[in-house]
């Protein structure tokens, strides 16, 4: 049996993983998120965006938590900059994640740029899962193609669907933006901690709804994060 490469300081001989079970899971995550772009396009057209709008983000920013919590703020009446910065804050984790990949993959210098834009949660799961450098590096680049091509082709079809149907919200398609951003949210939530996050989030998320601008409650909510390992941190002492 063949055995991985060293990959780093930390990586231990583990048997390596066949290139058609990376491809198959790679695929899988690849198809089942990007197929959620059409819920994104018919958001963003319910959110007042054109379908050139919606293209754009998904072409540019390619992050669908960001995207979702940029739609539905500017779709609730919220400016721009609350909106906008919301979404920067929940990007940003993916900056963390690259710090991480660049390790792990150490791609020339020439493609990391590229590489960039398919830094998610999905490419960071199925490239960090593997046990050596070339499946991290597959896992990655097939999560990555699949998502991004299928994400924006389900953008456009989604942004045109809602388009000629009219208002959105009159098929109830506005409450499809929030159930798949749940649906995406739902298997992170898996620990105590976690499910502290969620719980303290929504929580400040309610109370502030009634009192602060559009997009504001979403910044706020943020602080649930730091809020609750503050606490753990305090306790662990």
């Known amino acids: 049996m063949k055995t991985a490469q060293t990959t780093g300081p930390d990586t231990v001989r583990q048997p390596e993983r066949p290139r058609a079970e990376v491809v198959r899971d ?24 054109s379908v050139l709008q919606s293209c754009v983000l998904s072409l540019l920013v390619f992050t669908g938590a960001s995207q979702f919590a940029l739609v539905s703020a500017l779709g609730a009446g919220g400016s721009p900059f609350a909106a906008a910065a919301g979404a920067f804050f929940l990007g940003t984790r993916n900056a963390f994640y690259g710090l991480r990949l660049s390790q792990l993959l150490r791609l020339p210098a020439s493609i990391r740029p590229l590489a960039a834009q398919w830094v998610i949660d999905e490419t960071s799961a199925v490239a960090l899962a593997q046990r050596e450098r070339a499946a991290a590096r597959l896992g990655f680049t097939v999560t990555g193609a699949s998502l991004y091509v299928l994400w924006n082709l389900t953008t456009l079809l989604g942004a045109l669907g809602a388009s000629a149907l009219g208002d959105p919200d009159a098929w109830g398609l506005d409450a499809a933006g929030p159930a798949v951003f749940l649906a995406l949210l739902a298997p992170m939530v898996k620990g105590r901690t976690e499910r502290a996050v969620a719980a303290l989030a929504v929580l400040l998320a309610l109370v502030c709804l009634p009192v602060l601008p559009a997009g504001v409650p979403v910044l706020v909510a943020a602080l649930a994060a730091p809020l609750v390992l503050a606490v753990k941190k305090r306790a662990a002492r």
């Open 26 to 49: 790679a695929l899988g995550v690849g198809v089942a998120v990007g197929l959620s772009g059409f819920a994104f396009g018919v958001t963003s057209a319910g959110a007042g965006l």
